[in-house]
């Protein structure tokens, strides 16, 4: 199978040094900035996916938010291609891709008090992309593993975050990243000044870092799962941002804006709504616990107070999903997909229950959609499956083949799928042998490294002795998952005899 996304993490021979461009600092570069480039938009498209999607309901406020972002982007001292956009994510996050990817989450929005804070917030994230922050964390994988970055963690605050595959694991695993203490007092400090110098307030700056420590010692719920996971705040921080303005004042503009109503009437839609969104956070943890009926009283909610909101019909489609009434499932989908089109997790839900219903043909074409916006092994095993019954195998290892990099048990369930299909054709990568020569007789150390039973293996020994060629297959009937036995080939030899070539190998195995 061709993957889903390319990926960029790409084992560099060489290095070179370069000048950061906001610190002024010598640095050793293993990324060039083409490959920053390019990483941030590959991965731009499947790490707004694993974070809930494009907020839809409002544009306006991503117009907003962009024009505020693109204020700050302008006077940074590196000339990247900046985007900004706002994810239907109601935990409070931010975070930037290399290449100046960055994103805002609508859970975050809703806490802030002025334009300014969202500056500061947008600016320290402009810092990390100019200053190469990102890539430095990719550098540092280099140095210490030999390989640019691993793909292994899922994304957080995704249904199937753990179930990512392919390329966009890249993504999630820069999303999960911490940044070192140096990068986040680089991003403060210099955050601080393109705030200033795009005509901001940085009091805001500091109102913002006391706000984020005291929701840190209150342990709000989410807020700990949001920012505080890669920008962790400290009383360090809003002391250095408040040295950082004490600094700046005396060559501050007398012009600069806290834009506190300005902010106030672009966020009042979305606030005027939190309520819809309490309730399908409420529905969200409801369905969580198979409280299904209660998980549907309060996602109908949320659609009364917001209908066009389309996370409110896709999560109605996934409690009838787990019901069992994929008609009504299918239903609110399509009504979810009507609202946003290119969102995953409706494709995938309605893929699987047009897959429940029998109608293969709508299944694979909604998983294939699914997996286009982000590849999951939850959607690859599906259609593993759909190309199995078709009696396409080698499709159904590709798919399943790709699925097996996924934790948990998805990724376990894939790869029995895989080894089921691959065992016959390649019997000696699942059970091994290891030739001994036992009281005269030559006998193997027979292995199965699956975690699957399996039946009628042959085992075939090839012996040169004496001058002589001599071939002899032994069958056994079981092998049970991970079971370790020994065979005799029933060769015998002496201390006279003349052993030229020995050799062990597995030339048959099936499933029971």
């Known amino acids: 199978m061709r993957p889903f996304f390319a990926i960029s993490a790409i084992i560099l021979l060489s290095a070179g040094c370069a000048v950061n461009p906001v610190t002024g600092k010598n640095e050793i570069s293993f990324v060039s900035e083409s490959q920053e480039l390019q990483l ?114 899922g994304a957080s605050n995704s249904e199937y975050g753990n179930y990512i595959v392919g390329g966009a694991q890249l993504g999630t695993q820069l999303l999960t990243q911490k940044y070192g203490r140096t990068a986040e007092l680089e991003s403060d400090y210099y955050g601080i000044q393109y705030m200033a110098e795009a005509g901001y307030d940085p009091q805001a700056a500091i109102t913002l870092q006391e706000k984020f420590v005291k929701f840190s010692e209150g342990h709000e719920q989410g807020w700990l799962d949001g920012l505080f996971a890669s920008h962790p705040p400290s009383a360090e921080r809003v002391a250095k941002n408040e040295a950082t303005v004490a600094a700046l004042a005396p060559n501050l503009r007398a012009d600069l804006t806290l834009g506190t109503a300005r902010y106030q009437s672009k966020i009042a839609y979305l606030k005027s709504h939190q309520d819809a969104y309490t309730a399908f956070d409420q529905a969200n943890t409801l369905a969580s616990s198979n409280e299904l009926e209660s998980a549907l009283a309060a996602i109908n909610r949320a659609i009364s107070r917001e209908p066009r909101e389309p996370r409110f019909y896709g999560l109605k489609g996934d409690i009838y999903l787990e019901q069992g009434d994929y008609s009504q499932a299918n239903r609110y989908y399509a009504e979810a997909i009507k609202r946003d089109e290119a969102y995953y997790e409706y494709h995938l839900g309605r893929g699987l229950a047009y897959t429940r219903l029998g109608n293969r043909e709508q299944a694979r074409k909604n998983l294939t959609r699914s997996n286009e916006l982000l590849p999951t092994a939850v959607a690859m095993n599906a259609l593993g499956e759909l190309s199995l019954s078709d009696g396409d195998t080698q499709s159904a290892k590709g798919y399943f083949q790709t699925a097996m990099s996924a934790g948990g048990t998805l990724g376990q369930a894939a790869s029995i799928a895989f080894t ?8 000696s990568k699942y059970i091994g042998v290891e030739p001994r020569l036992l009281e005269g007789e030559l006998t193997a150390i027979v292995t199965n490294q699956t975690p699957i039973p399996v039946s009628q293996v042959d085992i075939t020994f090839s012996v040169t002795a004496n001058g002589d060629r001599l071939q002899r297959t032994i069958s056994l009937t079981e092998l049970a998952a991970g079971q370790r036995l020994t065979t005799g080939s029933g060769f015998r030899f002496s201390d006279t005899d003349q052993v030229e070539s020995i050799s062990v190998t597995v030339t048959r195995a099936s499933l029971q």
Do not use: C
Request: glycine residues 10%.
């Open 420 to 427: 089921k299909l691959d065992l016959a054709e390649n019997p």
């Open 40 to 153: 941030g938009s590959e991965q731009y498209l499947p790490s707004q996916q694993s974070q809930g999607g494009l907020y839809q309901v409002n544009k306006p406020l991503t117009d907003y938010v962009t024009e505020v972002g693109q204020r700050v982007a302008v006077v940074s001292d590196r000339n990247l291609p900046y985007e900004f956009v706002v994810l239907n994510n109601g935990v409070p996050n931010a975070w930037a891709l290399p290449g100046g990817k960055i994103a805002v989450n609508r859970g975050l929005l809703v806490a802030l008090d002025n334009e300014a804070e969202l500056a500061a917030v947008l600016g320290h994230e402009v810092v990390h992309a100019a200053a190469r922050h990102g890539a430095k964390s990719m550098e540092r994988g280099v140095l210490l593993q030999g390989v640019l970055l691993a793909t292994s963690i």
